[in-house]
């Protein structure tokens, strides 16, 4: 099956591209609408700030064809700042418009923390998940960034602590999303990839 | 559930090639940046930084080469530096397949490098670097590589660069580098109270010790080091061991 990565300028396509390929799997960048509407599965990465990942996708004329795939069941995940953008609005851009697919907001670390939160980190497990299948629990995932979303939600499949319990997997029907990075963390990285292709499948 | 303190070592290279000096002096082979990457990859490394030394213009493609011939390598977090000096040199290092920019001389003569990086690939992809040396003034920051002061006052250096949007901080004393005579904890912890950013301690690793007290008393949030790892002394799967049972949240490899 192949994978369509979004293009929006600011993400970093090279390395998660390397790490779905090292896995088997076809990919191909994408910058259209059309291209977005005739994906099979979606892959949203993220580095960046959020208002140039709003505006990013804006002069691509990507934000409506990207809701439009996936209100119509595209799978996806997102990944860093590609977690953050399926939220409504988030602390970082006041003012912009995220996809709005979960209708919450994305907030600032607590201050008592250090932020960005960088490194490697723990995930505490809130309900069975389709992409930390056989990881251990004791794992541990690379995590770079200063916002994120409370895990308050039961679209949370687990968090991670760091200032507060933020959202650290998401997965909701269509909508699969991590704040860590798969494609930099090691071998179990690779394996919530793997989890994500045979789902997507 | 906590934060793994991480363990990173550095590639300094020039020309193409994997090289290491004493005080940043002295420069000797120590082999190639690909073969070396693959290694610390395999073998437990918490992420990955190469230093261009020269920082030359004209070696620029020989540089970009070699953060592309590294990346495809790794699995685990990338920074690369050195010579970045406009938006454009980072975002060249960034295309190459890094994840984040260390700055550093370029940083010191224009601050609102930082700001501009920042803004664009965000804080969590700018690192600062700084080379710092005591003085009869106290912590000095130095600039081009190690051989000239900049006058400006190491906490104060740090204090700026994270207002300008600097993510972490990597630290390395010039005291202390290629010495084997450990982290100078003193200037570590002393600069890691002023910033609310993590720090990567950096110059004179030789001993699992030395790790321990830059954790501890030095307060880092990462150490790096080069000689020690590339010369084989310390496999970076035994540092971890030694830092766990001594109850440092590490990130044990299986």
């Not at chain 2, 949007?165 to 904890?185: H, K, N, P, V």
Request: charged fraction near 20%; hydrophobic fraction near 45%; glycine fraction near 10%.
């Amino acid at each position: 099956m192949k994978l369509s990565i979004i293009d929006y300028g600011a993400g970093n396509l090279p390395s998660v591209e390397r790490a779905l390929r090292k896995l088997g799997a076809e990919t191909e960048c994408v910058a259209r609408p059309e291209q977005i509407a005739a994906a099979r599965a979606l892959i949203l990465p993220g580095v960046g700030h959020f208002s140039a990942f709003v505006a990013g996708l804006r002069e691509r004329n990507l934000t409506v064809a990207l809701r439009q795939a996936l209100t119509s069941g595209a799978p996806i995940l997102g990944i860093c700042l590609g977690l953050q953008a399926m939220f409504a609005s988030s602390a970082e851009a006041p003012g912009e418009q995220g996809l709005d697919l979960i209708h919450e907001n994305v907030q600032a670390l607590s201050s008592n923390v250090k932020s960005p939160h960088i490194g490697w980190n723990q995930l505490r497990r809130l309900r069975n998940s389709i992409l930390l299948r056989d990881i251990p629990e004791d794992a541990y995932f690379y995590f770079a960034h200063s916002y994120a979303a409370a895990a308050s939600e039961p679209h949370i499949a687990a968090a991670c602590d760091h200032g507060f319990p933020f959202a650290a997997v998401l997965e909701q029907d269509n909508l699969m999303a991590v704040q860590f990075h798969p494609e930099k963390s090691g071998e179990a990285g690779a394996c919530v990839l793997r989890n994500f292709l045979e789902w997507a499948q | 559930m906590t934060l793994a303190r991480r363990i990173i070592p550095c590639l300094d290279v020039d020309a193409g090639r994997v090289v290491k000096g004493v005080a940043f002096a002295g420069l000797r082979d120590m082999g190639d940046p690909e073969e070396l990457a693959a290694r610390y990859n395999d073998g437990g490394a918490d992420e990955l930084i190469l230093l261009d030394i020269t920082a030359s213009r004209d070696c620029r493609a020989t540089f970009l080469e070699t953060v592309q011939r590294v990346a495809r390598q790794l699995n685990i977090p990338f920074t690369a530096g050195g010579g970045i000096r406009r938006l454009e040199d980072g975002h060249a290092v960034l295309r190459a397949g890094a994840d984040k920019i260390a700055v550093n001389t370029a940083a010191v003569e224009r601050p609102e490098l930082i700001s501009e990086l920042a803004a664009r690939f965000g804080s969590q992809a700018v690192v600062l670097s700084m080379d710092v040396k005591k003085t009869a003034a106290g912590w000095d920051v130095f600039i081009r590589g190690g051989a000239e002061s900049s006058g400006r006052n190491a906490a104060a250096w740090a204090r700026e660069g994270v207002a300008r949007g600097a993510g972490e901080i990597l630290l390395t004393s010039i005291d202390r580098d290629g010495t084997c005579s450990g982290f100078d904890c003193g200037l570590t912890a002393a600069i890691a109270a002023q910033v609310s950013v993590p720090v990567i301690a950096s110059g004179g690793a030789k001993t699992f010790d030395d790790f321990l007290a830059v954790f501890g008393e030095g307060q880092a949030d990462a150490a790096l080091a080069a000689s020690i790892f590339h010369t084989a002394e310390h496999s970076i799967g035994a540092l971890k061991k030694y830092l766990a049972g001594r109850g440092v949240p590490v990130r044990l490899s299986r």
